[in-house]
């Protein structure tokens, strides 16, 4: 039972530098999700994407770039990474019929910008 | 706005001991609510969750949450903790507009240590 899947685990990136965090699921969810956690900040909402082809941001998008590439991948791409995007990112998932569906989640996916 | 506030960042219990985890929603509306919990190094997990109906809620892991409207709270209890229940553990609510799939939005967290 795989739920949700992020790669990579664990990123090191230097300030400037590009790279996209990799989600799939497996449950045949309409709507996936970007969140990240940060220390005494709880988790909060990147962007999202209610079904294929649609996305929208969230509370933070900025210095973010999404992709619904079908409907089981959601990427989070960061195209010139700053410290300040230092955090652990998650991705989650929802049937999306309407909003009183269980979030699912993934493991997260720790980046370090130096 | 809406929102969601845990008051207590860190509670400290013992083991055996009864918990409960506060948390306040601030919505115009009927707000839905859940309680996750993420152990560490782990996604979050789902532990219950209040749409309607009965306000006091069972959930996983021996936990149950009560509902009161007058008060705007969802608080999180459990009759008797055990060292595995050590975590951290989110509130969060969203409101329901009749579709969309808008993402939860989450209170900052309590921080669950557990003493023998």
């Known amino acids: 039972n795989a739920g949700v899947t992020q790669t990579p685990k664990f990123q090191v990136l230097k300030t400037g530098q590009s790279m996209t965090l990799q989600c799939a699921q497996d449950?045949?969810?309409?709507?996936m999700y970007w969140y990240r956690q940060d220390p005494g900040m709880g988790l909060r909402l990147i962007y999202y994407s209610a079904s294929e082809g649609t996305t929208d941001k969230g509370e933070v998008p900025n210095g973010y770039n999404v992709s619904r590439l079908n409907k089981r991948e959601f990427s989070l791409r960061l195209e010139s990474a700053a410290p300040s995007q230092t955090s652990v990112y998650f991705c989650a998932s929802r049937t999306g019929i309407t909003n009183t569906g269980e979030l699912f989640f993934g493991e997260g996916s720790r980046l370090t910008v130096l | 706005a809406q929102s969601v506030t845990q008051p207590d960042i860190h509670i400290t219990v013992s083991e055996g001991a009864s918990l409960e985890l506060r948390c306040n929603y601030s919505y115009g509306a009927t707000p839905y609510l859940f309680w996750y919990v993420q152990s560490p190094g782990q996604g979050l997990q789902l532990l219950l969750k209040y749409f309607s109906g009965d306000t006091l809620v069972q959930g996983i892991k021996g936990f149950e949450a009560e509902f009161k409207r007058s008060q705007s709270s969802f608080n999180l209890r459990k009759p008797s903790v055990h060292w595995s229940d050590a975590a951290e553990y989110f509130c969060a609510a969203t409101f329901y507009s009749g579709g969309g799939a808008d993402g939860l939005t989450f209170g900052k967290g309590t921080h669950l240590i557990i003493q023998p």
């Open positions: 449950m045949n969810h309409n709507s």
